[in-house]
């Protein structure tokens, strides 16, 4: 459990904590949306938590449009992949995701794994949404 909540944590930003979680509450999920625009980059909104709280998001490989899932995810390192669960929404700007997967292109399905995490690094089970590109 020690090394499970140290490492979400890690993968938000925060640092380690050795004190057990005093909660296994974490943020809602459940409505989370995600739009994918050519320019402007990949929008992760519509969960909801409390300060303190977090969702680590990770991202697909651009797709063809017909699939309807994906195992494979990606994500990005440092502030772009998680959010404050208190303040949606996340916006990934197009040129991160450029970098690792090339151009996105309009028509293609991008697919977003949505983690929550508290505060004391229990995390939740995850949602997986998907987008075609605009």
């Given at each position: 459990?020690?090394?499970?909540?140290?490492?979400?944590?890690?993968n938000?930003?925060?640092g380690?904590?050795?004190?057990?979680?005093?909660?296994?509450?974490?943020?809602?999920?459940?409505?989370?949306?995600?739009?994918?625009?050519?320019?402007?980059g990949?929008?992760?909104?519509?969960?909801?938590?409390?300060?303190?709280?977090?969702?680590?998001?990770?991202?697909?490989?651009?797709?063809?449009?017909?699939?309807?899932?994906?195992?494979?995810?990606?994500?990005?390192?440092?502030?772009?992949?998680?959010?404050?669960?208190?303040?949606?929404?996340?916006v990934?700007a197009?040129?991160?995701?450029?970098?690792?997967f090339?151009?996105?292109?309009?028509?293609?399905?991008i697919?977003?794994?949505?983690?929550?995490?508290?505060?004391?690094?229990?995390?939740?089970?995850?949602?997986?949404v998907?987008?075609?590109?605009?």
């Amino acid at each position: 459990m020690f090394v499970r909540c140290n490492t979400s944590l890690q993968n938000v930003g925060q640092g380690i904590e050795n004190d057990p979680p005093t909660t296994n509450v974490v943020p809602d999920v459940s409505t989370t949306n995600l739009t994918v625009s050519h320019t402007t980059g990949l929008t992760v909104d519509s969960f909801t938590g409390t300060a303190g709280d977090f969702v680590s998001v990770a991202f697909s490989p651009p797709l063809p449009p017909g699939r309807s899932f994906n195992k494979t995810f990606w994500q990005p390192l440092g502030p772009d992949g998680f959010a404050d669960a208190a303040s949606a929404p996340k916006v990934v700007a197009a040129a991160v995701y450029n970098a690792q997967f090339g151009t996105l292109t309009v028509g293609q399905r991008i697919f977003a794994r949505v983690t929550p995490v508290n505060q004391f690094g229990f995390n939740g089970a995850p949602i997986i949404v998907s987008a075609i590109v605009t």
